[in-house]
């Protein structure tokens, strides 16, 4: 499938509301192209605001930035405050740079065009499997399961696989998530089983990816359990937020089978408060253990995986001289989570469990994961024991199925039990339900901050050690 294709006097004339808070009119109208150069330059822009307040008067072996009279030591703390506080003034650099750029695509002058591709130049029909014995019933209904897999390689045209992708899922009628990038392949899609047996096999069949039907791990669920299907190419595979180029899944630690990582987490609760040598870590988010986890596990209280660097560097004196077996729900977090913390020379053994938690639990359910193993999906979660390990927000009675608070523009997810919801507790804490009850009272279409008690108490890089 090619790139849809828009000619530049079109996109130079195109209108631009600067008053619309994402500097652009009528967004969601736009085409493709639109708003694939109009993106690609926003990220410059951002790029280049925060480059411009970088310290140059720090201390040379330290990164600092300093803007509005605050100094940031995290590049993540800098980002946050630039896209709360600055928001006008990348709008600004925005429409010049988007400007300038349609000026030089129309001039021919531009040589490398944003995310540009020539997708028609390779036949992705091949790598499509023949379904034509196969009825639409079979393909949309009935019972389903959700695929969970990875790949690292080396894609020289991510664009390529990405279209390949989208044609496949939608010719199969699968909803999920797909990230394509030059380090592989990350994806998590929903269908018939019919369906994902095609999918899956229309993978392994491809070139480019050494796999094994093994590196599939599934459940019971279908196209139900995502919203929607999203394809598409960005800079890792997973969102680490390192250069990949810097910290490669090549440097990953040592992968246990999950035969040998039971083996392991046995000896560890066998010596119990004797062993002070080895950290049983838990690479996940804060809402994703607080469900289940493996038994005396070091959880991180980090919301994004994209904070797991910072939590390394602020906590390093947890891991120095120690052994470190490392998991997650898939493996993929590991791979590049491991290797960020080998590349901090600090730790005697890193160690990571092959497959993840979903590996894990199909041969030991009953094993030392105790709780629900949290999914990126309309479950949010899925069984293999009946331990709760988590309590109600509000009553702290057992609960562990979340559900997304009830305020309008919050993304937090609550643990609320069904009587407390009864009793009107449906948001993350009380003062996003004060907030949910004022937008109930006005009409306003004001586009409220996810600011509340959970996003305000909690340190975003808490200190462990």
Known sequence: MAAEETPYSELINWEVDTSNR??????????????????????????????????NHHEERSTSWRCCGQTFIEHSSLHKHVARTHDIEIQQLTLATYQHLLTQLEKGTETQQPNEHKAEAVNISAWIPDISHVSEEQLKNGPGKVLLYYCYCQVEDPHVICDWQKALCERLHLTGKVRVATEGINGTVGGTHVATNFYIDAVLSHPLFKMDKEDFKTSDGGAK????????????????????????????????????????????????????????????????????????????????????????????????????????????RCERGSAYLRSKDVCKEIYQLKGGIHRYLEQFPEGFYRGKLFVFDERYAISSNNDVISDCRYCGCPWDQYELCATQFCCQLVLSCPSCRQDGHTACCPTCQTKGQAECETTSDIHHKEECECTGSRPRIPQDV
């Open 22 to 55: 994402n500097g652009l009119k009528q967004e969601k109208q736009l085409s493709a192209s639109q708003r694939r150069y109009y993106s690609f330059c926003r990220r410059k822009s951002f790029a280049a605001f925060v480059a411009s307040k970088r310290d």
């Open 225 to 332: 359990c995502f919203t929607d299907l999203k394809v598409g190419v960005f800079k890792e595979i997973v969102p680490m937020g390192v250069d990949p180029d810097a910290i490669s899944y090549q440097l990953a630690g040592v992968h246990l089978e999950p035969e040998e990582f039971h083996k392991e987490v046995e000896a560890l609760l066998a010596r119990g408060d004797l062993c002070t040598d080895t950290v049983l870590l838990d690479c996940r988010n804060f809402y994703e253990s607080k469900i289940g986890q493996f038994t005396q596990c070091l959880a991180p209280n980090i919301r994004k995986f994209s904070y797991f660097p910072d939590y390394v560097d602020q906590n390093l004196e947890l891991f120095r001289d120690k052994k470190v077996l490392m998991y997650c729900t898939g493996g993929i």
